[in-house]
């Protein structure tokens, strides 16, 4: 074994370690606040967790995309806001830096590698469709852009620094005149909304944002008028839906792992469930359906990283293939539990529902079947 390969085995030893000791203890913290504690994000970044995907000139680990996944895997076993840390920071760098300028990456990308600031991937909008539909507008005026408009959802979006935010120049359409800003979590002319509790990914907060006239220097803008959707949807998207395919390998992972303990230990009629056939045959079942995900999602890296164009065809059936799998391995998994499943503070039922929001993180399942569909055509033709 390689001296690089041994000590990422060690780095992910210590991970799962982590995940399965203060992991779980953070895990039963948010369960019961519904905050994710300061410490948790201190924690990880002193650990290195949140700079593991980043490159080492920019203070990063530098670990290689396909590997990183793998720590991802562990990450994803735990609770959803833990994971949710990890997911974000180790991946909004990639959509900031690439049409950053080198002054740009100094402000905003080196310390977002160095968990300095906090930044909140912020497009969806409760008026429009996610994309080129969006109304978000700017108007400028002299090196100021003035932001008007509404957004929602937006993870972090109370408690991080900035808004890596996409807007259109007012009256334009589609994807031109689209911009991507970087706009100061205090800046004047916003209205910041705490949203409500979700179903799942507990202790996570998501802000509701109204701009009204919202001051942005032109400088802040990444790349050009026009390249908006470039920064939101271009070299950033792929490896993050190829990322939220492991989330659901590793969720998936674990909710199995919970119902193989549970059918060995719980008897009826005199027997352990796992000696019932059924029993055996769903916890058979998921175990295929996992492994299958990893290895198309492990693949889809791989393509990434070798630059294969057909690699953003591949996030998407990785995503489609691993969200779907979630759905039926977490289904069988709290099944197996039998009724004490549904109940707090079963794991499985917080399993259950951080399963759910999957469905929605870099794009529906409908979205992720129109990109596949596109390609398919586009080839017939
Ligand atoms: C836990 C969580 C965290 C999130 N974090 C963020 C974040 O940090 N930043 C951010 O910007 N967003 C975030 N989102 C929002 C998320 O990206 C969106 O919910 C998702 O992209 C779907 O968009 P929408 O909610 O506007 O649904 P809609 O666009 O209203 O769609 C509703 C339904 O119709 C389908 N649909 C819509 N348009 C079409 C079409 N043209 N053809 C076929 N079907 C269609 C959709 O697939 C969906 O099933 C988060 C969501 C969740 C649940």
């Keep these: 074994?390689?001296?690089?390969?041994?000590?990422?085995?060690?780095?992910?030893?210590?991970?799962?370690?982590?995940?399965?000791?203060?992991?779980?203890?953070?895990?039963?913290?948010?369960?019961?606040?519904?905050?994710?504690?300061?410490?948790?994000?201190?924690?990880?970044?002193?650990?290195?967790?949140?700079?593991?995907?980043?490159?080492?000139?920019?203070?990063?680990?530098?670990?290689?995309?396909?590997?990183?996944?793998?720590?991802?895997?562990?990450?994803?076993?735990?609770?959803?806001?833990?994971?949710?840390?990890?997911?974000?920071?180790?991946?909004?760098?990639?959509?900031?830096?690439?049409?950053?300028?080198?002054?740009?990456?100094?402000?905003?990308?080196?310390?977002?590698?160095?968990?300095?600031?906090?930044?909140?991937f912020t497009l969806t909008e409760p008026d429009a469709g996610t994309g080129a539909d969006l109304r978000c507008s700017v108007v400028r005026e002299g090196d100021t852009y003035f932001l008007s408009g509404r957004k929602h959802l937006i993870t972090f979006g109370v408690s991080c620094d900035y808004w890596l935010l996409f807007a259109r120049v007012q009256g334009t359409r589609g994807a031109d005149g689209t911009v991507a800003l970087m706009v100061e979590r205090h800046a004047p002319g916003v209205t910041v909304e705490a949203m409500p509790d979700s179903m799942g990914v507990r202790g996570t907060d998501h802000a509701r944002l109204l701009f009204e006239r919202t001051p942005v220097p032109v400088t802040s803008r990444l790349g050009e008028e026009g390249q908006g959707l470039q920064v939101a949807l271009g070299g950033f998207l792929t490896p993050s839906r190829i990322s939220v395919a492991m989330t659901c390998v590793g969720l998936a992972r674990r909710a199995q792992e919970l119902a193989v303990a549970h059918a060995?230990?719980?008897?009826?009629?005199?027997?352990?469930?796992?000696?019932?056939?059924?029993?055996?045959?769903?916890?058979?079942?998921?175990?295929?359906?996992?492994?299958?995900?990893?290895?198309?999602?492990?693949?889809?890296?791989?393509?990434?990283?070798?630059?294969?164009?057909?690699?953003?065809?591949?996030?998407?059936?990785?995503?489609?293939?691993?969200?779907?799998?979630?759905?039926?391995?977490?289904?069988?998994?709290?099944?197996?539990?039998?009724?004490?499943?549904?109940?707090?503070?079963?794991?499985?039922?917080?399993i259950y529902r951080d399963a759910r929001a999957q469905r929605f993180e870099e794009g529906t399942n409908e979205i992720q079947k129109t990109v596949i569909a596109r390609d398919i055509l586009g080839k017939a033709k």
């Design 264 to 350: 060995g230990q719980r008897e009826t009629f005199g027997k352990p469930l796992a000696a019932r056939q059924a029993i055996a045959f769903a916890l058979a079942e998921n175990a295929a359906d996992i492994e299958a995900a990893r290895q198309l999602t492990l693949h889809a890296a791989r393509q990434w990283e070798a630059g294969d164009p057909g690699a953003g065809t591949l996030s998407s059936m990785s995503k489609l293939t691993a969200v779907d799998m979630l759905a039926r391995v977490t289904d069988k998994a709290l099944q197996v539990h039998g009724g004490i499943g549904y109940w707090e503070p079963s794991p499985i039922e917080r």
């Design 1 to 120: 074994m390689s001296i690089e390969e041994a000590a990422f085995r060690q780095l992910a030893g210590e991970i799962e370690a982590f995940v399965r000791g203060p992991g779980e203890e953070y895990a039963e913290e948010i369960e019961r606040a519904h905050v994710v504690p300061p410490s948790l994000w201190t924690d990880l970044r002193e650990r290195g967790y949140l700079s593991l995907a980043a490159p080492e000139d920019y203070g990063g680990r530098g670990i290689p995309f396909s590997r990183y996944l793998e720590l991802m895997e562990l990450f994803s076993m735990s609770h959803a806001s833990l994971r949710m840390i990890v997911h974000v920071c180790n991946g909004t760098w990639r959509a900031i830096d690439q049409l950053a300028t080198s002054e740009q990456r100094k402000t905003f990308v080196l310390p977002q590698v160095a968990g300095d600031i906090r930044v909140a």
